[in-house]
């Protein structure tokens, strides 16, 4: 099996892949830096799913994990040109999976830095790491964002992405076209994945769907942005990772072998719909604080996936209510919060 390097190992989408890479028995060895963005503990509680016990994590030391052999696991941060450029001198892999990012989109309005340090300096030390150790290929993470202020729906790869609406979006975009250049002059072989909202299990607490649970088990009112006149194209967590593994089977081939798709569910929801199912899983009602449309967002989110269903056979497939009662179960579970 090729060796994989991936990155964002302690966030949301890269501890279920992890988790489900290293079952399949894949050697992995995952990078995070542990920024604070959100709570740091639960990126711990995630590694500690993984056989990854805070206590033996140092700076720049790789740690074994104790439940998967064949998974270990470094504290780094890719934004630190210096060190990344020597992890890459002593490290080779096959196969180098890109989640590490600063995410949020609403964020990067007042923390702008954090975008450019960790999405566009980190993205171009991996773009270097991986022409240095000439890897087969690079899969990374973009994100729907890139559609910003685009009417035409769904959503597909060959529609014109310019307009940005975040500046998180204009990294994830600067990304795609950072990585195309790669592919063209060095003849890397690149994958871009447009994930759509992604929830589940382990999620982020910064996403809207977290903070709702949150709010209404804590009986406060919920923030509903633009009087609930949002959509978006709601992602079970497990079909990503489904769709990951689709593109793996095989690395891209093209001239250059460069290529995008969207992974998403191709369901848009309405937000007080979303509730509602929310609601449904949770057994109690929520109160609404109506509020308008928050700079940075965008009204609907609607993805084409027959690009990714062409190429590798995998459309996900979970409907929202079975996503969201797992994920209020783990909320519940998580949190020790019973009846
Ligand atoms: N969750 C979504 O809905 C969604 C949607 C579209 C795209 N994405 C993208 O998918 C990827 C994974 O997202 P997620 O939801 O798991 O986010 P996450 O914040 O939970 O995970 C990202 C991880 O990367 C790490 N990281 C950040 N900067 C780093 C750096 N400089 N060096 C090393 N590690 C660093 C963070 O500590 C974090 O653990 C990101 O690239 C994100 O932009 C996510």
């Given at each position: 099996m090729p060796k994989v390097l991936l990155t964002g190992i302690a966030g949301f989408i890269g501890f279920h892949l992890a988790r489900r890479m290293a079952q399949e028995g894949h050697s992995i060895l995952g990078i995070d830096s542990l920024n604070n963005y959100y709570n740091p503990e639960l990126k711990l509680a995630r590694l500690k799913e993984l056989?990854?016990?805070?206590?033996?994590i140092r700076d720049n030391t790789p740690v074994a994990s104790r439940i998967f052999p064949s998974l270990s696991f470094l504290k780094l941060d890719l934004a630190d040109r210096d060190l990344t450029e020597r992890f890459f001198k002593k490290e080779t892999f096959s196969l180098v999976i890109h989640l590490a990012a600063q995410p949020g989109a609403r964020t990067s309005l007042t923390q702008p830095y954090a975008y450019v340090d960790n999405n566009i300096l980190g993205f171009i030390n991996i773009l270097e790491g991986c022409r240095h150790i000439h890897t087969d290929h690079l899969l990374y993470a973009s994100s729907s964002?890139?559609?910003?202020?685009?009417?035409?729906?769904?959503?597909?790869?060959?529609?014109?992405?310019?307009?940005?609406?975040s500046l998180y979006a204009a990294t994830k975009r600067s990304n795609e076209l950072m990585a195309y250049t790669y592919s063209h002059l060095f003849g890397m072989p690149v994958t871009g994945l447009r994930f759509f909202t992604v929830y589940g299990p382990?999620?982020?607490?910064?996403?809207a769907y977290y903070k709702f649970v949150k709010a209404i088990v804590e009986n406060r009112s919920v923030d509903v942005y633009n009087n609930g006149n949002l959509e978006r194209d709601f992602t079970y967590v497990d079909d990503i990772i489904e769709g990951i593994l689709s593109v793996l089977k095989r690395n891209p081939s093209g001239q250059p072998p460069y290529q995008i798709f969207n992974i998403g569910h191709s369901e848009p929801v309405n937000l007080l719909r979303f509730l509602e199912v929310i609601e449904d899983a949770l057994g109690k009602k929520a109160t609404k604080r109506f509020l308008p449309m928050q700079a940075g967002d965008v009204l609907s989110t609607f993805a084409d996936t027959s690009k990714l269903e062409h190429y590798s056979g995998y459309k996900p497939i979970t409907p929202i209510q079975e996503g969201i009662r797992k994920f209020v179960q783990w909320y519940l579970s998580y949190h020790s919060i019973t009846g």
């Open positions: 056989g990854i016990s805070p206590g033996s964002s890139v559609y910003g202020g685009n009417v035409k729906q769904p959503y597909a790869e060959d529609d014109r992405v310019d307009t940005p609406v382990w999620g982020r607490p910064d996403m």
